[in-house]
């Protein structure tokens, strides 16, 4: 079994920064693809940034510039370091990993997600 765990998410005013983490554990292989979601009250969850197992990098246009997702491999975790927030950036955040467990194909898997509130 194969579990996702977020942390790093709370309230910080406008233009501060938070650096989220997600670290999976379990019978892991290898992991592909990690990325970080995010869902606000009312709408629907949307990526925010994604990292292939090479390294490329892809950013939704609302959060270029301000923030960067980067991976460690040997600790089978995602990270999301947030710079110049804004109220509009508060939503709960979820990491998805691309996971090839053993003895089991790939799949993607969730984690429970972390609350991040921008006040103004």
């Known amino acids: 079994q194969v579990q996702l765990v977020e942390s790093g998410g709370g309230l910080v005013e406008a233009g501060g920064s938070l650096r989220l983490s997600c670290a999976a554990s379990g019978s892991i292989r290898s992991i592909n693809a990690m990325g970080w979601y995010r869902q606000a009250p009312g709408k629907q969850r949307d990526l925010v940034a994604s990292?292939?197992?090479?390294?490329?990098?892809n950013y939704a246009d609302s959060v270029k510039g301000r923030f960067t997702i980067s991976r460690d491999n040997t600790k089978n975790t995602v990270y999301l370091q947030m710079n110049s927030l804004k109220p509009e950036d508060t939503a709960v955040y979820y990491c998805?990993?691309?996971?090839?467990?053993?003895?089991?194909?790939?799949?993607?898997?969730w984690g429970k997600g972390t609350l991040v509130t921008v006040s103004s």
């Open positions: 998805k990993m691309a996971v090839v467990a053993r003895f089991a194909n790939g799949m993607d898997y």
């Open positions: 990292i292939t197992s090479g390294g490329t990098t």
